[in-house]
Structure formats: C-alpha cells, structure tokens
T-cell receptor, first 115, second 113 residues
Framework: NAGVTQTPKFQVLKTGQSMTLQCAQDMNHEYMSWYRQDPGMGLRLIHYSVGAGITDQGEVPNGYNVSRSTTEDFPLRLLSAAPSQTSVYFC??????????????FGSGTRLTVV | TQLLEQSPQFLSIQEGENLTVYCNSSSVFSSLQWYRQEPGEGPVLLVTVVTGGEVKKLKRLTFQFGDARKDSSLHITAAQPGDTGLYLCAARHASGGSYIPTFGRGTSLIVHP
C-alpha cells in the first residue's frame, strides 16, 4: 500500500550511541518532515525538506541531522543520543505548497527510549 | 513561533453525547487541517478547510472554518467509542513562506460505552 514507511518501530539506545531512523514514501511527495511527539507538547518539527537536496531546520533541530538524496527517502540521524531525545518520532510527507488543500501523510512512528 | 491553541485539552464523555473542540490563533490561516490520532499510530488527515466560513461534513463530524480564518471547530454528533483519539489541528498561516504547518497540542477525547 502507498504511504510513509518508518523503521524501526521501537528502539532502545544507550546514552551516547548514534542511530538512523529511516523514512520512505512512495507517493512522489516533495515535502517531507520529521516531528517528535512528547506528552503535553504536541508535534514539534525537527527538520524538513522541500525537495531532494534541500533541507532546513525546524523548531527543535539540535542533536539531529537529516539528508535528502532522493525524493523517496528522508533519514533522521541521532548523533549522540541523550535521555532528552526519548520520544515518539513521526515522519510525514505531502505535496508541495502549490497544491492547496492537501495535508500530511504520516508514518506509524518510531518509539525511541534512551537510557 | 505562531501558536495554535486547542481546547479543551481533555474530554471524557459517554456514548451518544455531542461535543465540540476548538482551534484558535491570533493570526490568519491560509488553510487548516484536522487530524485524528489513535494510540500507537500516526495522525490521519480528516479534512482540510480553506475558505472563511466554510463548513464540511464527514459522517457525524462537522468542521467549520471561521469567517476571519483565525479559528476552526470540530463538532461530533452522537459520539461513539470509535471516535476516541487525539484530535489535532494544523494550519499554515497566511504570512508563512513554505507549507510547513504548525500543529496544535491536541484534544484528547475518550468516549465511554
């Protein structure tokens, strides 16, 4: 089925470890974003991309890197995991801003615990 | 950061009751979406509203966009346990550059059988 695929679904890391959260979409969407969701904080934007080769920082970018080498893939890298990065991470994609009235398609999330 | 305020934060009701949740900002929106998120899943788009005063219906859900495009409401008629979830609004403000929406913190709804 078409959509946004995130892997892994669950991950436990030790403080200081690095890892990459994978995100892939097969809808030819130009826009892709990473959000983290914490209790009482809603969805906070980490990084986003408006097309292959173009990325920018969101509201909470520190400790995370992204790249967008293809339209389909938008991995999120945790450089040196910290307990404050314990959260649920969502990847989302959408058509470009020229398409009025569209919305985001979200993946099912990655639940990350840093101990 | 332009904020979206959602109210109420929590809502616990019995099956069959009606309810309304709200999404407000001091800024004008160019478009607004409502999403529902079930436990353990990502948000799923319910509706997009674009025109001031617009009303859209999705079965028992009625979505309204304020005339001034600064607020929106979601009304559920005869709520059912399957309506349980987190309801999020997301908006692109009219003064924004690219379409990277701002999300509200959500209304957590529990419908008891």
């Amino acid at each position: 089925n078409a959509g946004v695929t995130q892997t892994p679904k669950f991950q436990v890391l030790k403080t200081g470890q690095s890892m990459t959260l994978q995100c892939a979409q097969d809808m030819n969407h130009e826009y892709m974003s990473w959000y983290r969701q914490d209790p009482g904080m809603g969805l906070r934007l980490i990084h986003y991309s408006v097309g292959a080769g173009i990325t920018d920082q969101g509201e909470v970018p520190n400790g995370y890197n992204v790249s967008r080498s293809t339209t389909e893939d938008f991995p999120l890298r945790l450089l040196s995991a910290a307990p404050s990065q314990t959260s649920v991470y969502f990847c989302a994609s959408s058509y470009s801003q020229g398409t009025v009235g569209y919305g985001y398609t979200f993946g099912s999330g990655t639940r990350l615990t840093v101990v | 950061t332009q904020l979206l305020e959602q109210s109420p934060q929590f809502l616990s009701i019995q099956e069959g009751e009606n309810l309304t949740v709200y999404c407000n900002s001091s800024s004008v929106f160019s478009s607004l979406q409502w999403y529902r998120q079930e436990p353990g899943e990502g948000p799923v788009l319910l509706v997009t509203v674009v025109t001031g005063g617009e009303v859209k219906k999705l079965k028992r859900l009625t979505f309204q966009f304020g005339d001034a495009r600064k607020d929106s409401s979601l009304h559920i008629t005869a709520a059912q346990p399957g309506d349980t979830g987190l309801y999020l609004c997301a908006a692109r403000h009219a003064s924004g550059g690219s379409y990277i929406p701002t999300f509200g913190r959500g209304t957590s709804l529990i419908v008891h059988p």
